[in-house]
């Protein structure tokens, strides 16, 4: 064999495939939440259709358990397009984006059924616009399910005033600050990460959340208490950078949208499984579950619908008359 052809051998494989992986288009998706957990499962099906149906044109890497940072650090990446996917809390957008808050607002939901009605509908879709047409720099393409959230406490909170001055962690967005005020209580907004040991070292006397995170960040074995007073239902957007979004070929936008919503169906069916299995792991592992009569709880939070509602007060009709 001559030397033009040993180079012709060696170095055509090599160019093809050095160009092959110059067009493939890596995802990294950051999720707070551990290995096995719905939104996590869902994402990651979501990520082998995105494969397969691209022919290998986009790659899909899954980052769960926080590995990548808090969820305002991981938003910040993304935003810059070091992060490719995302699924996060609405309530760490709120602050960014203050057109979500209406869904982010204490009791603005019936239920759970209110809710996903509306996120499958006009609305979801308006919300989701929202965050794409901010200055945010990511597309908002689907919504997660996050349940329904509810207090756990160090000591049982059974009414409005047992609340009172107990120190309770929200996630950093200051409307969820004013709610826990509202109630009697002390908000305190720290990461997802830190709640575990805040609640250990003693730093808070609750937080509030639905019961697979409770138990899924054993945030239960230092809060016995679980209120269900079902102040916030809040549902999660999944997003692209928009960086990366531009960087797509129409047929690949197309595929990342109808993928995404597939993930939002898919996990649902996941979350209803694993909310009925947290809440029976929490009672065997000694959660006393707390039935409270939210009206004295809604009624404190009026001030906050009328606050930050006011500016969308035809919003919130359209979202009360969905039924
Ligand atoms: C969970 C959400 C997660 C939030 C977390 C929190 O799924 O996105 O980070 O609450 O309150 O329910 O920090």
């Known amino acids: 064999m001559n030397f033009k052809r040993t180079m012709l051998v060696v170095a055509l494989p090599l160019a093809f495939s ?39 044109q986009l790659t899909f890497k899954m980052f769960a358990g926080g590995v990548l940072g808090s969820e305002k650090e991981v938003i910040e990446q993304a935003q810059v397009g070091a992060i490719q996917m995302a699924r996060v809390s609405l309530g760490i957008v709120g602050p960014v984006v203050p057109d979500v808050n209406v869904f982010n607002m204490p009791f603005v939901f019936r ?107 054993n945030h239960y074995q230092n809060a016995k208490f679980y209120s269900l007073t079902g102040h916030l239902i809040l549902p999660e957007p999944l997003v692209m950078s928009k960086t990366t979004w531009n960087k797509l070929t129409p047929e690949q936008q197309t595929l990342v949208t109808k993928a995404a919503k597939a993930a939002q169906f898919e996990e649902r069916q996941l979350w209803d499984a694993k909310s009925a299995s947290s809440e029976a792991k929490l009672k065997a592992a000694g ?29 919130m009709t359209r979202i009360e008359a969905v039924e």
């Open 111 to 217: 239920d759970q059924a209110h809710m996903r009605k509306i996120i499958d509908g006009e609305i979801g879709q308006e919300i989701l616009d929202k965050i794409t047409q901010s200055e945010f720099n990511l597309v908002a393409l689907a919504w997660m399910d996050g349940g329904t959230r509810n207090l756990y406490t160090k000591k049982p909170v059974r009414s409005l005033a047992d609340l009172k001055g107990m120190k309770i962690r929200v996630q950093g967005n200051p409307m969820f600050i004013e709610t826990i005020n509202a109630m009697g209580g002390n908000g305190i907004a720290m990461d997802t990460g830190e709640i575990f040991s805040a609640l250990q070292t003693g730093v808070i006397d609750g937080a509030e959340n639905n019961p697979p995170t409770m138990l899924e960040h």
């Open 18 to 56: 050095v160009s092959t992986l110059a067009q493939a288009l890596e995802i990294k998706f950051a999720d707070i939440h551990p290995a096995g957990y719905p939104t996590v499962v869902a994402e990651e099906n979501m990520g082998k259709t995105l494969v397969k149906e691209s022919n290998g």
């Open 287 to 315: 959660v006393e579950f707390i039935v409270v009569d939210k009206k004295p709880f809604y009624d404190a939070t009026a001030d906050i619908r009328q606050k930050y509602g006011a500016p969308y007060a035809e919003l």
